[in-house]
């Protein structure tokens, strides 16, 4: 893939950091947070690599509650235990709550712009690509995944299959394609 | 309905209903794998329909201007809250309203998240943990394409659409491929949304 492999990994350098790095990610973040998160802290500040990045997704994924907030809450866990946690988590809800409330406050009035609407729809179409686009990227992670790429790719496609085309429920399609591919992933792995 | 316009509720809440608030969003939390907005038909259910709590159009529109802010969308469930706290008198209830649907919906699902993320750091040598991480990341980074493909075809697959597809196809293609910022792309879109178009 196209990443420039060699430099180091960083770090957040204190609970201050997290809170304020976390702050910025969630206000540059519309119409989902993910895309921006995997951008900033793999890509620009490395504080992790593709990989591990995959891996923390997969939990924060599978786990109950918003995964964005899962995600934050885990990555802050991993630099400073508990009060990282805290601190991520405060970094993606607080700012964004004060923000939301005064849209809600403001939204009365201009709601019916057509202007508004169709700006809305925009900013979601791009969304939109941003979540794909985040999951392209991330797809180079799977080179070095121990299914190796061509059962990677079938397990993918059904995803896709299954979520995207026939639109069946999350969790059936989580639960039934993960047990799948983690017993795969059970046999191949050494004891 | 006989008021579909109407905008607030004249409510009197008692301690049993905002426990009974908290509980709801507590039994939720749980449930919400996948996000937060799977569970919101249920939202729905009880605040609108069963409580009468919050008007259908104070339930959309809580929901809209979440999606519309940055941040995470598990806001809209704050604005649910802030709305009933709203209709039961006023601001200071409203930030009631926000803590208890926040603290409902956040508190078992995190604490859970946490223990999890910590035992499986603790045991990442174990074969079973990293044959769950390694058998789930296919299925992750698979799922990230499809709600991109969810999300651009929200609006219906009528083919009138194509506009906004192109739109998210292109978006895609940039950020996959190029290392321009994330919010000129947000930027464009509302521009070629406010102009109508997309």
Redesign the interface.
Request: aromatic residues 8%; charged residues 5%.
């Given at each position: 893939m196209t990443e420039p492999l060699v430099s180091p990994l960083q770090r957040p350098t204190s609970l201050t950091d997290l809170f304020v790095s976390f702050t910025l990610l969630a206000l540059q973040g519309f119409g989902g947070v993910l895309a921006v998160v995997q951008r900033e802290l793999v890509e620009k500040k490395r504080w992790m690599t593709r990989e591990e990045f995959v891996e923390e997704w997969a939990v924060a994924q599978i786990m109950p509650g918003p995964n964005v907030v899962n995600l934050s809450l885990m990555i802050g866990a991993r630099y400073f235990g508990f009060k990282g946690a805290m601190a991520a988590l405060a970094g993606m809800l607080v700012a964004p709550l004060i923000i939301v409330l005064l849209l809600a406050l403001m939204y009365a009035q201009f709601a019916d712009q057509p202007g508004v609407q169709g700006a809305l729809r925009g900013m979601a179409a791009v969304a939109a690509g941003l979540i794909a686009a985040t999951g392209l990227k991330l797809f180079g992670a799977l080179q070095k995944n121990v299914l190796r790429l061509k059962l990677c790719i079938a397990l993918g496609a059904l995803c896709f299959i299954a979520i995207a085309l026939l639109r069946w429920p999350l969790t059936y399609v989580l639960l039934g394609l993960g047990c799948v591919a983690c017993s795969v992933a059970y046999k191949k792995l050494p004891p | 309905m006989t008021e579909p316009l109407q905008?607030a509720l004249n409510l009197q809440l008692t301690v049993q209903d905002w426990l009974s608030l908290f509980l709801h969003y507590v039994s939720l939390?749980?449930?919400?794998?996948?996000?937060?907005i799977?569970t919101a038909p249920d939202m729905h259910r009880f605040l609108v329909d069963q409580q009468h709590w919050l008007t259908d159009a104070q339930f959309n529109?809580?929901i809209?201007?979440?999606?519309?802010?940055?941040?995470?969308?598990?806001?809209f469930v704050?604005?649910l809250g802030?709305?009933v706290g709203l209709n039961a008198g006023g601001m200071l209830m409203g930030l009631m309203g926000?803590s208890i649907t926040?603290l409902g919906?956040?508190t078992?699902?995190?604490t859970?998240?946490?223990l999890?993320?910590?035992w499986?750091?603790r045991n990442r040598e174990l074969?079973?943990v990293?044959?769950?991480?390694?058998?789930?990341?296919?299925?992750?980074?698979?799922?990230?394409?499809?709600?991109?493909?969810?999300?651009?075809t929200?609006?219906g697959s009528d083919m009138k659409n194509w506009p906004?597809?192109l739109?998210?196809?292109?978006?895609?293609?940039?950020?996959?491929r190029t290392?321009i910022h994330?919010?000129w792309?947000?930027g464009?879109?509302?521009?070629?949304?406010?102009?109508?178009?997309?």
């Open positions: - | 905008l939390s749980l449930l919400a794998i996948g996000g937060a799977t529109a809580s809209a201007i979440a999606q519309a802010a940055p941040g995470p969308n598990v806001l704050a604005l802030w709305n926000i926040m919906i956040l078992p699902s995190t859970l998240t946490y999890a993320a910590q499986g750091h074969r079973a990293r044959a769950f991480k390694q058998g789930m990341a296919p299925i992750v980074v698979a799922l990230l394409i499809a709600t991109g493909w969810v999300l651009t929200a609006n906004l597809w739109l998210t196809g292109l978006t895609a293609l940039m950020v996959w290392k994330l919010l792309l947000l464009a879109g509302a521009l070629l949304g406010w102009f109508g178009l997309v």
